[in-house]
């Protein structure tokens, strides 16, 4: 392969990871990973049409565009040994800082607003701790 055509191939970023300050950002942050159901009431008197809003906003976590993981919290071994109830040994773990997410775009329909995350909440793993198969 020539270096001109290597220069020109663009690999494009699919998998994203973000790192959101806690689980109560989620509706917020990822507001546009969020629905919200509506219905058409017509007035019996006036025939007038409105739109009213039904139940509350859900999360859709996967379309043919796009695939969320919520990871969440995430845990790093602590070194010291601890005894559980059970009288087994185990590692402790502790949490570390952050609600963790990742999305995997499948094609361009919410690129703009899935690059505009990770230039806010992106986080570039050395070695994710989970991935898409």
Do not use: C
Not at 86 to 101: C, K, Q, R, S
Not at 108 to 121: K, N, Q, S
């Amino acid at each position: 392969m020539s270096e001109q055509l290597e220069l020109e191939m663009e690999i494009i970023k699919t998998d994203f990871y973000l790192k959101l300050a806690s689980e109560a950002d989620m509706e917020t942050v990822l507001h546009d990973f969020y629905k919200q159901d509506y219905s058409t009431v017509v007035d019996e008197e006036t025939g007038e049409e409105s739109t009213q809003v039904e139940g509350d906003p859900y999360f859709v976590p996967n379309t043919a565009d796009y695939a969320v993981d919520v990871v969440g919290t995430l845990y790093d071994q602590s070194g010291e040994p601890v005894t559980t109830e059970d009288g087994l040994i185990d590692v402790e773990m502790t949490a570390l800082d952050g609600w963790h997410v990742n999305i995997r775009l499948v094609g361009d329909a919410m690129r703009d607003v899935v690059e505009a995350l990770d230039t806010l909440h992106g986080v570039e793993p050395e070695v994710p701790r989970r991935i898409w198969l």
